[in-house]
């Protein structure tokens, strides 16, 4: 009787998973999913909440196909080892993944797993593998326009159907841990709720409802990084029920840059801590304005408004993202590892790839063909929310100002600061920007 193990890593769905397919093809299977001590210590406690959220639908959905979620918690390798040998696996299934630390999982599960096969499955976290889409002679595209041209003519993998049941052994399946005890720590209060139930509902809310509006900072936006981070929704379903219309072309271009990130990393894998193209930076020390630019009390209403949602939400829109970090690199000229490493902290949807290379990126230091690109946040405000309905919902004490306040923090009376109790600015956006030609 041949047993096989799925072991969930950043999968954690039942419906197009290649994974759970094809492991669900042994005579028996037990779905496994290991407590990572080594990525816990590095989680923060809004992803965490969000991943046991995921681990609890997950569990929800295997029992629906008359099937347990078995939980370890220590080193993978260890932990996969020891359940092969007590169920008696011939083979172990997981997902492809592209951090270093990915990479070195997946290599001591191959030391480990000695009389056991390790089967790895591409095109699960992404929509296309990384590695598999690279221009002549090279082993990662640096442009993302060529790679979005390849990654557009490619054709996706097929959707993997969900078995209809599971044939499980008799085994301790394990108790969830509390969030309290993996991470502790204050939560961010208007978190989203995880799971692949929760993500598929938005998904169909996103495509019957949202996507026509994707647009400027007030427009719509999916909200579905966390539930693609955790694999609980699956990037081939999203891009197999996307139209042709320009917004879902748009959206769809997104989910693009996502797997463009990934195959960098997976090519370069310090790039998640060093420069992929040192330019001979030199950054600034500034305690202090880093510390107003965490807390969204620079004076600047646009980058403060973002932050503030960060820290709100755990999540923040991608514009801001951008503008945000361009504010603490070009504009303050903070090391962009002191921005990630915040985001980090934050952000339920953050991983290596999509954050670090998007810092990288707006840094000057990545993939971007204009290192001296700086995006004045005056002008981004001006452009992406010009009725400043982003800034008054996570400003609120600016909210009965007029917008060209909002836009130009010049254009703010200070007895209109004192009143509120909103800072001056720690710097002169104008004068900042002065010296970039590409300043927009």
């Known amino acids: 009787m041949r047993t096989a193990i799925c072991l969930f890593t950043r999968d954690l769905r039942v419906h197009d998973n290649p994974v759970l397919q094809h492991a669900a093809r042994a005579d028996r299977v037990v779905p496994l999913f290991v407590l990572d001590e080594a990525v816990l210590r590095r989680s923060a406690p809004n992803r965490t909440a969000f991943l046991l959220d995921c681990l609890r639908d997950l569990r929800g959905s295997l029992r629906a196909l008359d099937a347990g979620l078995v939980l370890r918690a220590g080193a993978p390798a260890t932990e996969v080892a020891r359940l092969v040998e007590e169920v008696g696996a011939s083979e172990v299934h997981v997902a492809a993944d592209v951090s270093a630390y990915a990479q070195v999982r997946e290599n001591n599960l191959r030391q480990a797993l000695t009389d056991c096969a390790l089967l790895v499955h ?128 748009a959206f769809v271009r997104q989910l693009a840059w996502r797997d463009f990130h990934h195959q960098v990393l997976a090519a370069r894998p310090t790039a998640g801590h060093r420069d992929y193209r040192p330019r001979g930076s030199r950054w600034r020390e500034d305690p202090e304005a880093f510390q107003a630019w965490r807390e969204g009390r620079t004076g600047i209403p646009i980058v403060d408004a973002g932050m503030r949602q960060l820290a709100t939400e755990g999540w923040m829109h991608n514009r801001t993202r951008m503008i945000t970090a361009s504010f603490l690199t070009k504009t303050l000229h903070l090391d962009w590892r002191l921005g990630a490493q915040h985001f980090l902290n934050l952000l339920v949807d953050g991983d290596i790839a999509n954050n670090n290379m998007n810092w990288q990126w707006m840094a000057g230091t990545g993939t971007d063909t204009r290192p001296n690109r700086v995006l004045n946040p005056c002008r981004q405000a001006q452009r992406y929310d010009p009725e400043g309905t982003y800034i008054r919902r996570h400003l609120p004490e600016l909210a009965d100002l007029p917008t060209r306040a909002l836009h130009d923090p010049n254009r703010m009376e200070p007895e209109q600061r004192v009143a509120r109790g909103y800072p001056p600015p720690i710097v002169d956006v104008t004068e900042a920007n002065a010296h970039s030609r590409t300043a927009r």
Not at 133 to 159: E, M
Not at 221 to 247: K, M, N, W
């Open 122 to 249: 591409d095109a699960v976290v992404t929509a296309h593998p990384p590695g598999h889409l690279v221009p002549s002679g090279k082993d990662h595209f640096a442009v993302f326009t060529p790679y979005f041209r390849r990654w557009s003519a490619t054709p996706l993998r097929p959707i993997a159907a969900m078995p209809e049941a599971l044939r499980t052994p008799r085994l301790r399946t394990g108790k969830l841990p509390t969030r309290e005890e993996l991470c502790p720590g204050e939560l961010s209060p208007k978190l989203p709720p995880g799971g692949e139930t929760a993500g598929r509902d938005l998904v169909r809310r996103w495509y019957a409802e949202g996507v026509a509006d994707y647009g400027d900072l007030d427009g719509a936006t999916s909200r579905l990084s966390p539930y693609l981070h955790f694999g609980c929704v699956s990037p081939i379903e999203l891009i197999d029920q996307a139209g042709d219309a320009e917004p879902e072309r």
